[in-house]
């Protein structure tokens, strides 16, 4: 087979290996065209097809370099540059890089997964805490939504934002992977008739390697850029079916244990506190509703550890290849949160000595309570 052919929306190499890179197309598709005769002439890779067809936004992921080249492009450049955060895995989300790229441009953060935060959650705190931590990374959001792409809540208010600043300048959207960007993008397209007939009509959408243009009636583009992986989300280690146990899907709904110091509990195999010091105290865990919670003893935590991690403890399986569990003790001056990127929050009161433990530490931190 001439390994050359490429797709004629995006000129990436066709290639029937791997769904998640550019350029793919099932097996059968790919032969069909072949045998066709159609080769070289009307074939679209996937991505493209569906763009097309269903104004639908399929994630790429791209390696890192590629992502920086087209970063470095951006300072060039008058852009407006949305970074979609996921609101429960914030701290590892936020693409700190950012900082030396923008140049000047302006830069704002959408807080996605919104719809998990139970309904007495304030705004106002959510984003006061975003500021800080993205402060603290050295970025100055213009402006912060929070948002949830699912189920299109308090979309609106950035669609509208967006409507405006997209009369200047072209729209980037960066993300790390599995904050849903692919799925609030589609549901700004969805919402903005005027996109989706352009799409669908006679532009068809430059598409690139590293990036998606997506045309708008005023002549710019939304940009959608690939996922960035990195390995300090806890969601790049687990596989699709892990991930559907511990990505809480719904409104998360506290689960309180009363713990004594010397009380731990595990959160599956993916997470632990250790009680160490403190009144006797509520523990409020925030988590997916399926994930398994197990409280013992933190004399026997370590041994029942060894001894059920992958099977009772599980996710992980022994197959993930995931660290071990690693903690780190915290003192809690105020009521706080500790967190679990990806998986999870424990709200515990203030002066409590706990240790909390995720594998190899990843995604591990902790914050003044939100709620
Ligand atoms: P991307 O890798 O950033 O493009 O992320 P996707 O759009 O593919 O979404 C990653 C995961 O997050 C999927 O399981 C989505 O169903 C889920 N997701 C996306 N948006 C939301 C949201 O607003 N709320 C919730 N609860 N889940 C979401």
Avoid at 190 to 213: C, W, Y
Avoid at 248 to 261: A, E, G, I, M
Avoid at 339 to 367: D, E, H, M, S, W
Wanted: with cysteine; aromatic share 8%; charged share 20%.
């Amino acid at each position: 087979m001439d390994d050359q052919i490429v797709c004629i929306g995006c000129g990436a190499v066709l290639q029937s290996d791997n769904p998640q890179e550019a350029g793919y197309l099932p097996i059968s598709r790919l032969q069909q065209a072949i045998e066709s005769g159609d080769e070289g002439s009307d074939i679209y890779c996937q991505r493209c097809f569906r763009l097309r067809h269903y104004n639908e936004i399929m994630p790429v992921n791209a390696d890192n370099d590629d992502f920086l080249k087209l970063l470095n492009s951006l300072a060039t450049k008058k852009a407006l540059v949305v970074n979609v955060v996921d609101l429960f895995d914030f701290t590892n989300s936020l693409l700190s890089s950012l900082k030396r790229f923008i140049g000047e441009n302006d830069f704002i953060l959408v807080g996605n997964k919104f719809d998990l935060f139970p309904d007495n959650s304030r705004q106002s705190k959510i984003k006061d805490w975003m500021r800080q931590e993205a402060n603290r990374a050295g970025l100055f959001p213009k402006k912060i939504f929070l948002v949830s792409a699912k189920n299109k809540k308090n979309l609106t208010q950035l669609i509208t934002y967006l409507d405006q600043k997209s009369r200047e300048q072209d729209v980037y959207f960066v993300g790390m992977t599995n904050v849903g960007k692919s799925t609030l993008l589609n549901a700004i397209v969805d919402q903005m008739g005027d996109v989706k007939n352009l799409i669908t009509t006679s532009r068809f959408p430059g598409t690139t390697l590293a990036k998606i243009e997506i045309p708008l009636a005023n002549g710019h583009f939304l940009i959608d850029t690939p996922g960035i992986l990195t390995q300090n989300q806890l969601v790049t280690h687990l596989n699709t079916k892990e991930l559907a146990v511990v990505s809480p899907q719904k409104q998360l709904k506290p689960v309180t244990f009363q713990l004594s110091p010397g009380n731990s509990l595990f959160l599956a195999g993916l997470g632990r506190v250790d009680f160490l010091k403190g009144e006797k105290a509520s523990f409020t865990v925030y988590a997916a509703r399926g994930l398994y919670i197990h409280r013992t003893k933190t004399a026997n935590a370590d041994a029942f550890y060894t001894k059920h991690i992958g099977e009772l403890l599980s996710p992980p399986t022994k197959e993930d290849n995931l660290p071990s569990l690693k903690g780190q003790e915290y003192h809690t001056s105020n009521k706080s949160d500790l967190l679990f990127g990806g998986i999870g929050f424990i709200t515990v009161p203030a002066n409590c000595l706990v240790k909390i433990y995720t594998p190899g530490q990843i995604g591990l931190g902790i914050r003044r309570a939100l709620i």
